[in-house]
């Protein structure tokens, strides 16, 4: 009499449990790159809203922006800050480690709005209504804008 036995090798147990795992790695990689894309949008969309309170600002003090002549952090805006009458919230970072700058000229009639990308170098939005990103990992100045 033969005895049937069924079941699978440990060969061919071995080979799936590999598949299993190259797949599992390739979907973890590019649900990492998904996230930071995403994060990376959101902070185009936070500096838009920062860019919208900030020409509020200007509507209502004679066409001038606050004045930082050095790199200042957008969350001192909010709080009591100059645009917390313009602002429902200061956005935050995705990430907290991250945040957002502000740069303006010394008579307050030009800003530049800044945040360090993770999938590039950085995404500036300027007063004269140009966004975009930084060709090189220096941060952008008022001079970036034209």
């Not at 598949?19 to 185009?44: E, N, P």
């Not at 429902?88 to 957002?100: A, E, L, M, W």
Request: proline share 4%; glycine share 10%.
């Amino acid at each position: 009499m033969k005895k049937l036995t069924k079941g699978f090798t440990l060969i061919e147990l071995l080979v799936v449990i590999s598949i299993i795992g190259i797949l599992a790695s390739l979907a973890l990689t590019s649900y990492g790159g998904a996230q930071k894309q995403a994060r990376d949008t959101q902070r185009r969309s936070d500096l838009g809203q920062y860019r919208n309170g900030l020409e509020a600002y200007a509507a209502s003090n004679n066409g001038l922006y606050p004045v930082h002549a050095a790199a200042y952090d957008t969350s001192g805006f909010c709080g009591g800050g100059v645009l917390s009458s313009y602002l429902s919230s200061c956005p935050p970072d995705p990430i907290t480690t991250n945040t957002y700058y502000y740069i303006s000229d010394a008579g307050g009639t030009k800003f530049i709005l800044y945040a360090n990308l993770e999938t590039d170098y950085y995404w500036y939005v300027c007063s004269t209504g140009k966004s975009d990103k930084t060709v090189t990992d220096t941060a952008p100045n008022i001079a970036t804008c034209p």
